[in-house]
């Protein structure tokens, strides 16, 4: 491989990306649906390209990491809508953390007691019951409690991708709207995907989704040691 | 890795894939649902706050 055509392919993945994003958006704009929405579609159209092109996860990867550092950037950015709405945030901190609370804690449960139901085995169940928590601390937190790290990998990565697509269809459905409460619910359970939908509907929501995502991998990271034990019996 | 990955995953998929993403959709929703509800009746609650801010 030439360094031309890493180029080249580096220029091709990121023009894919860019370009499936953008057809997303319009997609979004016109057929609103969990479907069109913009992690679901994109990822969907990404995956499509590049394998008819032949493209492989090793070719794509500088493309990857080309982008993923803008990420950083873009995610510091979210502190500035925080900043400019820090009264009210702070004023809401209570109801904001008991939501966060109670949606992380939750959805651990509700995971962990279904596998239990189910008879997966205890790695599985350990595994599976943190997939709300962000990649690198959910295989941190996978170690501690005996679960697989690549299987959490996985978990996390779908659990972000239905949370960020049916999450504000859900919430529309039970007239879930205040912006805090809606970046909250995204951004606990389905982390940075989930935080990437929230931005999109309002910048207050996508601020508060990334401070929701690093509080409730505290919550589950120190919930988990203690929870997981009970599933397990 | 990647191989690994994809072993793994293959494996269960076939095993419990249907079990594995029903799990991941209900307790994904329950989350959201408990997150999302919780934290807007005690936002709608509190005297200084209400929606939109």
Redo the contacts between chains.
């Keep these: 491989v030439t360094v031309s055509s890493t180029i080249v392919v580096t220029a091709f993945a990121i023009a894919v990306t860019v370009g499936a994003y953008t057809l997303s958006l319009a997609a979004r704009r016109r057929y609103p649906s969990p479907l069109t929405t913009p992690v679901l579609f994109s990822t969907i159209i990404v995956i499509a390209v590049l394998l008819m092109a032949g493209v492989s996860?090793e070719d794509y990867r500088p493309a990857k990491e080309i982008m993923t550092f803008l990420l950083g950037p873009a995610t510091v950015a979210l502190a500035i809508p925080l900043y400019k709405?820090r009264r009210?945030f702070f004023?809401?901190l209570?109801?904001?953390s008991?939501?966060?609370l109670?949606?992380?804690l939750?959805?651990?449960i509700?995971?962990g007691l279904?596998?239990r139901i189910?008879g997966?085995s205890p790695e599985?169940l350990s595994s599976?019951a943190i997939?709300?928590t962000t990649v690198p601390i959910a295989v941190e937190i996978a170690r501690i409690v005996h679960g697989?790290p690549?299987?959490t990998?996985?978990?996390v990565v779908?659990?972000g991708m239905?949370?960020a697509s049916?999450?504000p269809w859900?919430?529309d459905r039970?007239d879930?709207?205040?912006?805090?409460?809606?970046g909250?619910?995204?951004g606990?359970?389905?982390h940075g995907q989930g935080t990437a939908q929230a931005a999109s509907e309002s910048e207050?929501s996508g601020a508060v989704a990334a401070v929701?995502m690093g509080l409730g991998a505290i919550c589950t990271s120190l919930a988990a040691p203690w929870l997981i034990p009970l599933f397990l019996g | 890795m990647?191989n690994?990955?994809a072993y793994?995953?293959g494996y269960?998929l076939a095993a419990?894939g249907l079990?594995?993403?029903?799990?991941?959709?209900?307790?994904?929703?329950?989350?959201?649902?408990?997150?999302?509800?919780?934290?807007?009746v005690?936002?709608?609650?509190?005297p200084?706050?209400g929606?939109?801010?």
Excluded: C, Y
């Design positions: 996860f709405n009210a004023s809401q209570v109801p904001a008991l939501g966060l109670a949606g992380s939750g959805t651990m509700v995971a279904s596998a189910l997966f599985l599976i997939k709300s697989n690549t299987l990998a996985i978990f779908i659990t239905i949370g049916f999450g859900l919430m039970l879930i709207t205040h912006p805090v409460s809606r909250l619910a995204l606990t359970i389905s207050l929701a | 990647e690994k990955i793994i995953f269960l419990r079990a594995i993403l029903l799990i991941l959709a209900v307790s994904a929703a329950v989350g959201i649902l408990l997150a999302g509800w919780v934290s807007q005690l936002l709608r609650k509190s200084r706050t929606d939109g801010m």
